[in-house]
């Protein structure tokens, strides 16, 4: 009997991917443990590994298809014994089947007898004032002008699904116009100046929404300090000359995201996340550390930052950054995390103001290390100077609160030894 291989789920909240690349052909032998294709996620490209043993019959779903819903079929292995070439593919897998036109005689325009009265459509479900929908359903719903709350569920208990807002717009379900879109994220008419045309991945889409979700919904409140980095750089070379036999080699990033750790320990007000009416704490500072790649930017997790020592957090972040670069980080290495750390300082910038990852509470923004104009010991002097801004989310984490992290911040990257105790 052929088996159907479907569209995995590689994450808790995927819904849909791209089959990025097809690592197989029609004809060939498939073994268990076999890398068949590449899928790409809304952070990762990830390897689809074959579970299942026989020959490829059929490839549904063509390599460079978005959209491809989880569970549909992408292709069929056909068993020992089976004739590949008599196996069909089935129809519509690559997508969800869209919900069934309304009948012709429902599209004329209607005749001078009165309609039969329909009944009302249910209400859609709901949890407090928030519309249960699926995010695909909401996020088709904005892209289309529809407003959420219009559209009948047919989802359990009345969620609303992808097919409900299909229907929607095909004038098969009852949707009102929402409110004007977002001039930003209209279409742009280049006129006639020189251009070209990319369509975004699904990283790229995914990175505004989240970081225009956060703008519009976190209240956030930046608080910046100016910190010493001349002890810390002297820790970190002779800590190198120590671990040069282990062929370790500390970055200053390392020792910040051990501080940040630390500090977060020292200020557990501000190691928390903010869920509606709750307020999440935490007892240890898992450390998402900001990685750029192509076509976006990643946050790998250094869990347990507290608890581990430089030379770990060092082999830890070269070896999630490497694999980040590849695309093939897993979803619980880049999924959760309690804060952030976003270093721009190799590219000179001096200081800015980062975006916070919901649902952390927090990132830190680090700026170049420079020489500049220090007041040591009531005398004016030259010393390597970093600034150093913390995002917080005011309605989880007071301004007291974040002023105390910035300060316990500050403190051990100008005594560093307090981090090795």
């Not at 325009?109 to 039969?116: N, Q």
């Not at 097919?163 to 009852?174: E, I, K, N, P």
């Not at 919901?358 to 104009?373: C, D, L």
């Given at each position: 009997?052929?088996?159907?291989l479907?569209?995995?789920?590689l994450?808790?909240?995927?819904e849909?991917?791209?089959?990025?690349?097809?690592?197989?052909?029609?004809?060939?032998?498939?073994?268990?443990?076999?890398?068949?294709?590449?899928?790409?996620?809304?952070?990762?490209?990830?390897?689809?590994?074959?579970v299942?043993?026989?020959?490829?019959?059929?490839?549904?779903?063509?390599?460079?298809?978005?959209?491809?819903?989880?569970?549909?079929?992408?292709?069929?292995?056909?068993?020992?014994?089976?004739?590949?070439?008599?196996?069909?593919?089935?129809?519509?897998?690559?997508?969800?089947?869209?919900?069934?036109?309304?009948?012709?005689?429902?599209?004329?325009?209607?005749?001078?007898?009165?309609?039969?009265?329909?009944?009302?459509?249910?209400?859609?479900?709901?949890?407090?004032?928030?519309?249960?929908?699926?995010?695909?359903a909401?996020?088709?719903?904005?892209?289309?002008?529809?407003?959420?709350?219009?559209?009948?569920?047919?989802?359990?208990?009345?969620?609303?699904?992808?097919a409900?807002?299909?229907?929607?717009?095909?004038?098969?379900?009852a949707?009102a116009?929402?409110?004007a879109?977002?001039?930003?994220?209209?279409?742009?008419?280049?006129?006639?100046?020189?251009?070209?045309?990319?369509?975004?991945?699904?990283?790229?889409?995914?990175?505004?929404?989240?970081?225009?979700?956060?703008?519009?919904?976190?209240?956030h409140?930046?608080?910046?300090?100016?910190?010493?980095?001349?002890?810390?750089l002297?820790l970190?070379g002779?800590?190198?000359?120590?671990?040069?036999?282990?062929?370790?080699?500390?970055?200053?990033?390392?020792?910040?995201?051990?501080?940040?750790?630390?500090?977060?320990?020292?200020?557990?007000?501000?190691?928390?996340?903010?869920a509606?009416?709750?307020l999440?704490?935490?007892?240890?500072?898992?450390?998402?550390?900001?990685?750029?790649?192509?076509?976006?930017?990643?946050?790998?997790?250094?869990t347990?930052?507290?608890?581990?020592?430089?030379?770990?957090?060092?082999?830890?972040?070269?070896?999630?950054?490497?694999?980040?670069?590849?695309?093939?980080?897993?979803?619980?290495?880049?999924?959760?995390?309690?804060?952030?750390?976003?270093?721009?300082?190799?590219?000179?910038?001096?200081?800015?103001?980062?975006?916070?990852?919901?649902?952390?509470?927090?990132?830190?923004?680090?700026?170049?290390?420079?020489?500049?104009?220090y007041?040591?010991?009531?005398s004016?002097q030259?010393?390597?100077?970093?600034?150093?801004?913390?995002?917080?989310?005011?309605?989880?984490?007071?301004?007291?609160?974040?002023?105390?992290?910035?300060?316990?911040?500050?403190?051990?990257?100008?005594?560093?030894?307090?981090?090795?105790?």
């Amino acid at each position: 009997m052929p088996i159907e291989l479907k569209m995995p789920a590689l994450s808790p909240t995927m819904e849909e991917g791209s089959l990025a690349k097809w690592l197989v052909k029609e004809g060939d032998e498939i073994s268990s443990g076999d890398i068949m294709a590449e899928i790409e996620t809304d952070k990762a490209t990830m390897e689809f590994e074959a579970v299942d043993e026989g020959v490829l019959a059929k490839i549904v779903v063509p390599e460079g298809t978005d959209e491809v819903k989880v569970g549909a079929v992408i292709a069929i292995i056909a068993e020992e014994g089976e004739d590949a070439s008599s196996i069909e593919a089935p129809k519509a897998a690559a997508k969800a089947a869209p919900a069934p036109s309304p009948p012709a005689a429902e599209l004329a325009p209607a005749k001078a007898s009165a309609p039969a009265p329909s009944p009302a459509p249910a209400a859609p479900a709901s949890s407090g004032d928030r519309i249960a929908a699926s995010p695909l359903a909401r996020r088709l719903a904005e892209q289309n002008g529809l407003d959420i709350s219009s559209i009948t569920g047919s989802g359990p208990k009345g969620r609303i699904i992808k097919a409900d807002v299909d229907a929607a717009l095909s004038g098969g379900g009852a949707a009102a116009p929402a409110k004007a879109a977002d001039p930003a994220s209209a279409p742009v008419d280049p006129g006639e100046i020189p251009h070209k045309v990319e369509k975004l991945s699904n990283m790229r889409k995914t990175i505004a929404r989240r970081l225009t979700e956060a703008k519009q919904t976190v209240p956030h409140i930046y608080l910046t300090v100016d910190i010493r980095l001349d002890a810390l750089l002297d820790l970190r070379g002779k800590l190198n000359a120590s671990l040069e036999p282990r062929d370790i080699k500390l970055s200053v990033n390392d020792l910040l995201i051990k501080a940040l750790a630390a500090a977060l320990m020292q200020v557990p007000k501000c190691n928390v996340s903010f869920a509606g009416d709750q307020l999440v704490s935490y007892s240890r500072a898992d450390i998402a550390v900001a990685v750029s790649i192509p076509g976006g930017l990643i946050t790998p997790i250094v869990t347990g930052a507290n608890d581990k020592s430089l030379s770990a957090i060092s082999t830890e972040v070269k070896e999630l950054a490497g694999r980040a670069k590849e695309g093939k980080l897993q979803p619980h290495e880049y999924q959760g995390g309690t804060a952030s750390i976003s270093n721009m300082g190799m590219f000179g910038i001096k200081q800015f103001d980062a975006v916070i990852n919901p649902p952390q509470g927090m990132i830190m923004a680090i700026g170049a290390g420079e020489k500049r104009p220090y007041v040591i010991d009531d005398s004016l002097q030259i010393a390597t100077i970093m600034s150093a801004t913390g995002s917080f989310d005011h309605r989880a984490i007071d301004g007291a609160d974040g002023a105390q992290l910035m300060q316990a911040f500050k403190q051990l990257v100008e005594n560093p030894l307090g981090m090795l105790a």
